[in-house]
């Protein structure tokens, strides 16, 4: 089974800061690499899919890139509602499987 | 607008079991696949089930197969979890989400989720 790392597991950002959250694959998996955004007592929302495609209705601020096992996820300009943990997912061989998940907190 | 209810949760004994389901509406529920996804208390993300269209494809993960069983009624427009053998570790919240798929795999709309404690 491929195994995902996240880093870092946490970080306090200021308000207007660039944000970088790097997740790898323990195999080769593409492009297929999956974001979600999760603030605290609230269901997950896909952010990015396919590495870098920007779902619908998602601002611009977030951005998504990387293929095979290393992927990098951006906050351009970090706001106070980006309050939440970050989680990648990847898609392999009919199985599904989420990073471990990075805490983003205001500084 | 697409909207994903979970209900059915709830606490019950280590060894015991429960049916959740889920209720999709705002989008033909019967042209998608449909997951379950689940969080343990302060813990990250888990993929428990999914379930094709037409249900001619149900995948597991290793930690529930042959305990859980997903289901669904594309009639009634909605999808179901039978959870038997329970054990503490099946305490989470349980979302019901659903999936897109085109080469890769991904869940884009999520339910409010339904809390299931397992506990004596």
């Known amino acids: 089974d491929i195994q995902m790392t996240q880093s870092p597991s946490s970080l306090s950002a200021s308000v207007g800061d660039r944000v970088t959250i790097t997740c790898q694959a323990s195999q080769d998996i593409s492009n297929y690499l999956n974001w979600y955004q999760q603030k605290p007592g609230k269901a997950p929302k896909l952010l990015i899919y396919d590495a870098s495609n920007l779902e619908t209705g998602v601002p611009s601020r977030f951005s998504g890139s990387g293929s095979g096992t290393d992927f990098t996820f951006t906050i351009s300009s970090l706001q106070p509602e980006d309050i939440a943990t970050y989680y990648c997912q990847q898609y392999d061989n009919l199985l599904l499987t989420f990073g471990p998940g990075t805490k983003v907190d205001i500084k | 607008e697409v909207q994903l209810v979970e209900s059915g949760g709830g606490l019950v004994k280590p060894g015991g079991s429960l049916r959740l389901s889920c209720a999709a509406s705002g989008f033909t529920f019967s042209s998608y696949s449909m997951n379950w996804v689940r969080q343990a208390p302060g813990k990250g993300l888990?993929?428990?089930?999914?379930?094709?269209?037409?249900?001619?494809?149900?995948?597991?993960?290793?930690?529930?197969?042959?305990?859980?069983?997903?289901?669904?009624?594309?009639?009634?427009?909605?999808?179901?979890?039978?959870?038997?053998?329970?054990?503490?570790?099946?305490?989470?919240?349980?979302?019901?989400?659903?999936?897109?798929?085109?080469?890769?795999?991904?869940?884009d709309y999520w339910g409010q989720g339904t809390l299931v404690t397992v506990s004596s």
Do not use: P
């Open chain 2, 46 to 107: 888990e993929w428990v089930s999914s379930i094709s269209s037409s249900s001619s494809y149900i995948y597991y993960a290793d930690s529930v197969k042959g305990r859980f069983t997903i289901s669904r009624d594309n009639a009634k427009n909605s999808l179901y979890l039978q959870m038997n053998s329970l054990r503490a570790e099946d305490t989470a919240v349980y979302y019901c989400a659903r999936g897109r798929r085109g080469g890769n795999y991904y869940f």
